[in-house]
């Protein structure tokens, strides 16, 4: 593999193509068949896979006509609910791609659906995690648990530090005005507000970002930190355990 670029889609999303010289190709989460092969015909690629993380229309609407016009593999949660996968996947299954020399391990991360997984490469230090985390967030609870999130968010908190966090939204200055609520005197947080401004000002994506930033300035990653208790305690009293206090804190994002 190259390069990893991502291909805009609806308001905010991003479509990730993963691409080598050799003119393959595999994107991950399309929910939209048409920038796909546009992408596909302006750099003369090869669509070799799709990924899908979970079942949301806008992560799955373009696996029809994909899959219409080119024969490739469709792999993605083990859910009926998502039309067109062709290789169900889950937890610690591996998926290899050899078209672009990546193998990938699938972790199960419910939280946002109950179905989702991400794909991560540690050789090649990837982290390919739909909506379950974002810059300086986490995904909105439509289905899973806050107990459910907060594991997963551990579990992603736990690879290695320069891990490349592919997410699929562009949510980061909004996410980043809610984290700087919740802590207002984080340092690493504002010199990464200022950075990802100069980046959007310049029309460029704020992602991928990386592990390590995450720990440092993501709440939903920080949610045992002193501080970010404390900011939580002063709205919701009660909320006296990991998950009250991550579960307060989702619910003051939700509303923010």
């Known amino acids: ?14 479509i990730w193509a993963l691409h ?3 003119g393959d190709c595999v994107v991950v989460d399309p929910g939209d068949a ?42 993605g949660p083990d859910n009926p609910a998502i039309r067109g996968i062709t290789h169900h996947l889950g937890d610690a299954d591996v998926l290899q791609l050899d078209a672009l020399g990546l193998h990938f391990e699938i972790l199960a991360v419910p939280g946002h659906t109950l179905d989702h997984i991400a794909y991560y ?11 379950t985390l974002f810059h300086c967030g986490c995904g909105r609870l439509f ?21 490349a966090v592919y997410c699929t939204h562009e949510y980061t200055q909004a996410n980043m005005r809610f984290a700087q609520a919740v802590e207002p005197d984080n340092n690493a947080l504002a010199q990464a507000i200022d950075s990802v401004e100069t980046l959007r000002q310049q029309g460029r994506p704020s992602l991928p970002t990386d592990i390590a930033t995450q720990r440092q300035i993501n709440p939903f990653l920080r949610s045992r930190a002193p501080e970010v208790v404390r ?15 991550f579960a307060a804190l989702r619910s003051w994002k939700d509303q923010f």
């Open 34 to 75: 048409a920038p796909v092969e546009r992408f596909l015909q302006d750099r003369s690629l090869r669509l070799r896979a799709i990924l899908i993380t979970h079942h949301h229309p806008d992560h799955t609407g373009g696996i029809a006509a994909l899959s219409a016009a080119h024969d490739v593999p469709v792999y």
């Open 231 to 245: 900011a939580v305690q002063a709205r919701v009293s009660e909320a006296n355990s990991a998950v009250t206090v």
């Open 121 to 131: 490469s540690a050789d090649a230090g990837i982290l390919l995690c739909g909506d």
């Open 143 to 163: 289905e899973g648990t806050p107990a459910q999130m907060l594991a997963s968010l551990d579990r992603l908190a736990a690879l290695p530090g320069d891990t």
């Open 20 to 22: 080598n010289t050799a």
């Open 1 to 14: 593999m190259s390069a990893i670029t991502p291909i805009p889609a609806f308001q905010d999303n991003y």
